[in-house]
């Protein structure tokens, strides 16, 4: 089965500055798609970048950037300049079929 | 265009009680789903309509929970009776493509925060 693991359950950023949050997951599938949502305290989903895994590119969204590494199935969201809007909870993603699998989250905070 | 809707945002409700919720999706959206998001883990799929019709409901406690996407537009979620551990949050999304579409984009509702005492 496929599965996604973070194993960064909080993470704290300098506002300005950048971070990474890391991802993992499990496939034996050789083509899908990967997704990075951010869920602010509105509870609102909202899809911030998305990676195909037959694409070599990482994908680029503006400040947020992602680090694909196909062989390692690693996925991890780079953000640039982080801002206070930022601070949310992040979930990876995995499309299984048109579901989505989603990780633990990772809960980021952005210091003034 | 307007997003994901979910009504009501809170519910309060005892345990063995029953509760029903709603979501309109993105006009056009072919498919479906509702998660439950227990607190400080990512969601789970519950059940996944195309149309009005069932794609994936394994996840779904068929004893006490159901779903209807009737007409293909708007669905409910019922839990009947309810159990402390169905504390949650309830999200509806939707997406624009046919299930199976690995590049299908789900968009999210704000979702509803049930809370069974």
């Known amino acids: 089965a496929q599965t996604v693991t973070q194993s960064q359950p909080e993470m704290s950023v300098q506002e300005a500055e950048t971070v990474t949050l890391s991802c993992t997951y499990d496939?034996?599938?050789?083509?899908?798609?990967l997704f990075w949502y951010k869920q602010p305290p509105s509870r609102q989903m909202i899809l911030v970048i998305r990676q195909e895994a037959y694409k070599q590119q990482n994908a680029t969204e503006n400040r947020f950037s992602v680090n694909f590494q196909k062989a390692a199935k690693s996925f991890s969201l780079k953000i640039s300049d982080s801002q206070l809007g930022d601070a949310a909870m992040y979930f990876c993603a995995y499309n299984q079929g048109g579901k989505l699998i989603f990780g633990q989250g990772t809960e980021l905070s952005v210091k003034p | 265009e307007a997003g994901v809707a979910q009504s009501p945002r809170y519910k309060i409700i005892e345990k063995r009680q029953s509760v029903a919720f709603w979501c309109n999706p993105i006009?056009?959206?072919?498919?479906l789903y509702w998660y439950q998001q227990i607190l400080g883990q990512g969601p789970k799929l519950l059940i996944q309509?195309?149309?009005?019709?069932?794609?994936?409901d394994s996840q779904l406690p068929k004893d006490r929970f159901s779903a209807e996407r009737l007409k293909g537009v708007d669905s409910t979620l019922k839990i009947q009776p309810a159990k402390l551990e169905d504390s949650a949050v309830y999200l509806c999304?939707?997406?624009?493509?046919?299930?199976?579409?690995?590049?299908?984009?789900?968009?999210f509702g704000p979702g509803t925060r049930l809370t069974v005492l």
């Open positions: 006009s056009g959206h072919a498919t």
């Open positions: 496939t034996s599938e050789s083509d899908y798609y």
């Open positions: 309509f195309q149309n009005n019709g069932v794609v994936d």
């Open positions: 999304a939707s997406s624009l493509l046919g299930s199976g579409s690995l590049a299908d984009t789900q968009y």
